[in-house]
């Protein structure tokens, strides 16, 4: 990938906002590109963090194995995101494992090395403090949606958060980009195989989706969006304006 092209998806990332082009590229020249095959990984669960990483291209899967041996898919980076930054300035081992589901690239620093650049630049310093909150407030809305959120609603969730990372637009809808099983569904979800295919059934029979082996397309993301805020459909909320009293 020419270098250009590398320092325009390394500005996406949150950690690089308002630093400007000559930064970037000084900052990226202190890093090291690294190509991971499908299937290889960044980094592994309970490892020490000493590596930090911005995706270039490719698709990442974080997952965590639990202390009774079952694994849950904790998120998917795109271009542009993040890895192991904030457990590496931390200086605690990784709490996830992240894989290339597909052949990726990335620059890496270590952590030492981002450390040093942090002093020289102070705007990288302040984003990385942005992206640590930034990263609790997610995590404070995924338990929040595991306590209180039907499963319908967290599934259509996850695909909204899906679109917004993978969409591509197709004639009939929305293609979600990336290898995505309903096994994948359910540990995104905190619930099992049979409620997320019986779901999906459920939402193909009303002509909202369409998937086929390990992928899925939004043929009308207006309903699932109001499935996701758990809001009523525009027919619904006609029939409820119409059963109301009169004031």
Not at 128 to 133: E, I
Not at 177 to 193: H, I, V
Not at 198 to 214: F, T
């Amino acid at each position: 990938m020419p270098f250009p092209d590398i320092c325009a998806v390394v500005a996406r990332c949150q950690l690089f906002r308002e630093l400007s082009e000559i930064e970037c590229k000084q900052i990226i020249d202190q890093g090291r590109v690294y190509d991971v095959l499908k299937g290889s990984y960044f980094f592994h669960q309970g490892e020490e963090s000493t590596m930090l990483y911005v995706i270039i291209s490719g698709q990442v899967k974080l997952s965590q194995v639990t202390a009774e041996g079952q694994q849950v898919i904790v998120n998917y980076f795109a271009p542009g995101e993040g890895l192991g930054i904030i457990v590496a300035l931390n200086e605690t081992p990784y709490p996830v494992s992240a894989e290339a589901v597909e052949d990726s690239t990335a620059v890496g620093w270590g952590r030492e090395a981002m450390l040093d650049l942090m002093r020289l630049y102070p705007q990288l310093a302040f984003n990385g403090m942005q992206m640590v909150g930034r990263r609790f407030t997610q995590m404070q809305t995924r338990f929040q949606e595991l306590a209180t959120q039907r499963v319908e609603q967290r599934v259509a969730r996850a695909l909204m958060r899906l679109v917004r990372q993978f969409g591509r637009r197709l004639p009939e809808g929305v293609l979600i980009d990336m290898p995505l099983s309903r096994e994948d569904l359910a540990q995104m979800t905190g619930t099992n195989l049979y409620n997320v295919s019986r779901i999906l059934s459920k939402w193909e029979g009303e002509g909202l989706i369409a998937s086929g082996r390990r992928q899925v397309i939004l043929l009308k993301a207006h309903e699932l969006v109001l499935l996701a805020e758990d809001l009523p459909s525009p027919g619904q909320a006609s029939q409820t304006s119409d059963s109301s009293p009169d004031t």
